[in-house]
């Protein structure tokens, strides 16, 4: 599996004094039923690192829960921007 991380990504990870990612998968529900939605968040896994695949790239940690599967072998994090708030997002993930 590859890893492709927008560079402003990067830029947003070291300034928030992070040097990881880690994307997993969630149970949500919804009033259609339920369904798993992927999370990322800046940081090492909080539990059970042995649950994840571990991966660097560009010099940035990249924890990948072991039932994460992406739709073609590449998982994309993106940045967006919206006024002053910072977010990174996910894409190439199986729903």
Do not use: A, H
């Amino acid at each position: 599996m590859k890893i492709v991380i927008d560079p402003r990504v990067v830029e947003l990870v070291r300034k928030k004094n992070q040097d990881s990612l880690t994307i997993w998968m969630e149970g949500c529900g919804g009033w259609g039923g339920g369904g798993n939605q992927p999370f990322v968040r800046m940081g090492k896994p909080k539990k059970d690192q042995d649950d994840y695949d571990l991966y660097e790239v560009d010099g940035t940690q990249v924890f990948v829960r072991v039932d994460v599967e992406p739709t073609d072998d590449v998982i994309y994090v993106d940045y967006y921007k919206i006024l002053w708030i910072e977010r990174i997002s996910l894409r190439g993930i199986k729903f």
